[in-house]
């Protein structure tokens, strides 16, 4: 079934996937998707028959990085919580995993529990401001990536109503499944590193994510962070904030996407500069 809705200025046309694919063999001036790098694939496959530009906002794993010396309970645990568990974990810019050498690791795991209980009650079942899973397709994909590792707080679940109970774990390596595709939903691995550089060989061997965070007191860390990785977006602090900040361009690179937008950047998206020169004839 397709609806359209034509105004002046906004077409809204109601489908899936036959009415999307109707829409990209048209010729339009440029194409704006936010999905996974999969229909991101097809969307820019489309768009190239016609020469049609594109921006693709795509997701995927964002870290985040603890500094060895900054106290989790004090000054990490709780901000990463509410980066991770937002929506139910259902936003593209969450934090996906957490690296941090092995003492630094274990202290997170001991205030992680508290931080979730200061964020969502005893029971997160009950918490006005805790979601649930969009449909019971992503919930049975979510229950499939809590196989590996130990579960340090949550794993509960309930399929009838697509509840999966904020859940942290530990023991996690990069070969997991958990780490071999954007979780987007209520899981957080926790993954030990030996050191910074250990930390940054492990970002930059996997696809360039939508945004990096970190904890740290140390201006080095957070410049070699900065300079020697790439992602969409570096948060220093605070995870998800820079997205709710116009003056800041949002968007990916690489499997993460291309392109960007908010603010005065939503028009130079959306805009052509052309230029215009004039000599009289005369």
Do not use: W
């Amino acid at each position: 079934m397709c609806r359209a809705i034509s105004l002046d200025a906004v077409a809204v046309v109601e489908g899936a996937v036959a009415e999307t694919t109707a829409l990209l063999s048209q010729r339009f001036d440029h194409i704006f998707y936010t999905g996974n790098g999969v229909v991101g694939r097809i969307v820019m496959t489309a768009a190239a028959k016609n020469l049609t530009p594109v921006a693709l906002e795509l997701g995927g794993k964002s870290p985040a990085y603890v500094d060895r010396g900054v106290d989790p309970a004090a000054a990490a645990a709780a901000r990463i919580v509410a980066g991770r568990f937002l929506n139910a974990g259902q936003t593209c810019v969450a934090v996906d995993y957490v690296l941090a050498d092995p003492d630094t690791a274990a202290a997170l795991e001991s205030a992680f529990p508290q931080a979730l209980e200061d964020l969502y009650g005893p029971n997160p079942a009950s918490a006005p401001d805790y979601g649930r899973i969009v449909n019971e397709r992503h919930f049975d994909r979510l229950l499939g990536l809590l196989g590996a590792g130990r579960v340090v707080v949550g794993g509960t679940h309930d399929r009838t109503t697509k509840y999966l109970a904020p859940t942290v774990l530990a023991g996690i390596t990069g070969e997991d499944p958990v780490m071999q595709e954007e979780i987007f939903g209520p899981i957080l691995p926790i993954i030990e590193v030996a050191d910074l550089d250990a930390a940054i060989e492990f970002i930059n061997a996997r696809d360039k994510p939508l945004a990096l965070y970190v904890f740290t007191d140390s201006d080095a860390t957070r410049d070699r962070l900065q300079n020697e990785t790439s992602s969409g977006a570096l948060g220093i602090g605070l995870p998800l904030a820079h997205l709710t900040v116009p003056e800041l361009p949002f968007g990916g690179v690489g499997e993460s996407g291309m392109g960007h937008y908010h603010g005065l950047y939503s028009l130079e998206a959306f805009s052509h500069r052309k230029a215009v020169l004039e000599k009289p004839l005369g």
